[in-house]
């Protein structure tokens, strides 16, 4: 028997409650694989609702393992392995987002019956609060943080979540009531979701990303798509490709782009030598007076006035926060400027298209840090950029071999063993008036345990060498 403890009541629900997904307390049994911050957000929610759970792991010491024990639960777990004993008498499946539903026990698992739910799909069941769902390669986290600043600024009582930060489970016990979520979600968390009704979502950008889980790009795609599955109103990126053949069906669909198209509702123009944000043929503000800097963060500020439109939020607030709201740390962050030139710390460009983004976006002539785990991208796709932006590119990491086969022929391309050899070898390349970019569009995991470490040993690299001049 499961013990409870002290919890709080489920709260109201317009979408049914727990029993829209099937599961009913007593008599559902939820298997839960993975037991990093979501899975161990998934159990709390489960256990105190009364709902059976047991837990597997094919990690013997699992990131939350310590935080499971200290909560005195006798929940059943299989750690170091799945083994195919602990699927016994389970109804449900809840598979954490770093788990591939292609591993074996797991598939075998879904073949047999057991029905896969999702902590989205909890989520979704548990609140009555509007959702903005917000998903693409890159971005997310930044358009995510700023719709949350914009809400705030506009007197709503609004959290965010998902993907970002605090999972999306936990956002329901946090006391006081919530008119609006906003939810960063991942492909991952998509492609295992069913029960999805948000009130506005968009997806950014795609490009080649977590390949090594995907297979293929088209596969990947409709992943993300699935946000747009059950939606009222549809942001869609006219500037991307793929993402603006994602039309609304009988859905409301609202479009921005910095390119020149028909009919976007947010975009960019120019008047008397100066670019404005626009909404439809009004212009709201310069665009320089927007506080993030590179043209990526252009289009990630049409997107998030974007959604808060279609949520409601006054043009007034969300223009007030464009003028003072400093984008995230590690994404295009200036660290310091040393003999005339300029470090710039875009570590949580773990992929191609970020790193793309991060030199599209700036002046000048830049040096390039790159390389990490490229989760099988084809980096092919950032010559061209390189040729025309980059005066050198240096490279570390476990894929550094293979960057540099591709990119040796459009500029100056370097090796090294690691990031404070990086830091070094760029100081001596980079002319006045030049960027050192630290934008790795790769994974971090071979050297670091994630992008923030990453960003901070780069930071405390180039301060180290500012305090050594």
């Given at each position: 028997m499961i013990q409870t403890g002290n919890t709080q009541a489920p709260q109201e629900t317009v979408h049914g409650g727990l029993s829209v997904l099937g599961i009913i307390p007593g008599v559902s049994v939820v298997i839960v694989i993975g037991l990093g911050i979501t899975g161990f957000s998934v159990i709390r929610f489960l256990v105190s609702r009364g709902v059976e759970v047991t837990v597997a792991d094919d990690r013997e010491h699992p990131p939350c393992l310590s935080r499971l024990n200290e909560l005195g639960w006798d929940i059943p777990r299989a750690l170091g392995g799945y083994d195919a004993q602990a699927f016994n008498g389970t109804t449900h499946l809840v598979v954490s987002p770093g788990v591939s539903l292609e591993t074996r026990e797991i598939r075998r698992a879904l073949n047999l019956g057991l029905q896969l739910v999702s902590d989205i799909d909890l989520f979704m069941s548990s609140t009555s609060g509007k959702v903005i769902g917000i998903t693409g390669s890159n971005g997310k986290s930044t358009v995510t943080t700023l719709l949350g600043v914009m809400a705030k600024e506009d007197g709503r009582k609004v959290k965010i979540g998902g993907n970002l930060g605090v999972p999306a489970l936990d956002l329901l016990d946090q006391g006081e009531p919530t008119e609006l979520y906003v939810l960063e979600l991942s492909s991952f968390q998509l492609e295992r979701t069913s029960f999805l009704h948000t009130d506005t979502a968009t997806v950014l950008n795609i490009s080649p990303d977590h390949m090594d889980r995907h297979g293929d790009l088209e596969t990947y795609a409709r992943a993300k798509q699935r946000i747009f599955s059950k939606c009222r109103v549809v942001v869609i990126n006219q500037d991307d490709p793929l993402v603006a053949s994602m039309d609304g069906q009988d859905q409301e669909v609202l479009r921005f782009g910095l390119k020149e198209h028909q009919q976007l509702d947010f975009s960019v123009e120019q008047r008397d030598g100066t670019e404005w944000i626009m909404y439809r043929k009004n212009p709201q503000m310069p665009a320089d007076s927007v506080r993030m800097r590179g043209r990526h963060n252009l289009s990630n500020t049409l997107a998030a006035l974007a959604l808060g439109h279609a949520a409601g939020l006054s043009m007034a607030s969300m223009l007030k926060v464009l003028r003072v709201f400093p984008g995230?740390?590690?994404?295009?962050?200036?660290?310091?400027?040393?003999?005339?030139?300029?470090?710039?710390?875009?570590?949580?460009?773990?992929?191609?298209?970020?790193?793309?983004?991060?030199?599209?976006?700036?002046?000048?002539?830049t040096v390039l840090i790159a390389g990490g785990d490229g989760k099988g991208a084809d980096f092919n796709a950032l010559k061209t950029v390189v040729r025309e932006q980059a005066r050198a590119v240096v490279l570390f990491g476990k894929d550094a071999g293979l960057l540099y086969s591709i990119l040796q022929s459009e500029t100056q391309t370097l090796r090294v063993e690691n990031l404070g050899q990086a830091v070094e070898t760029s100081a001596h390349l980079a002319r006045p008036g030049d960027t050192v970019l630290l934008s790795p569009a790769c994974a971090s995991l071979d050297q670091f345990t994630d992008y923030q470490a990453r960003g901070r040993f780069f930071e405390e690299s180039v301060r180290g060498m500012m305090h050594a001049h």
């Open positions: 995230l740390p590690h994404r295009m962050q200036s660290v310091a400027t040393i003999d005339g030139v300029d470090w710039v710390n875009d570590s949580k460009a773990t992929n191609i298209g970020a790193c793309i983004a991060a030199l599209e976006g700036l002046p000048g002539r």
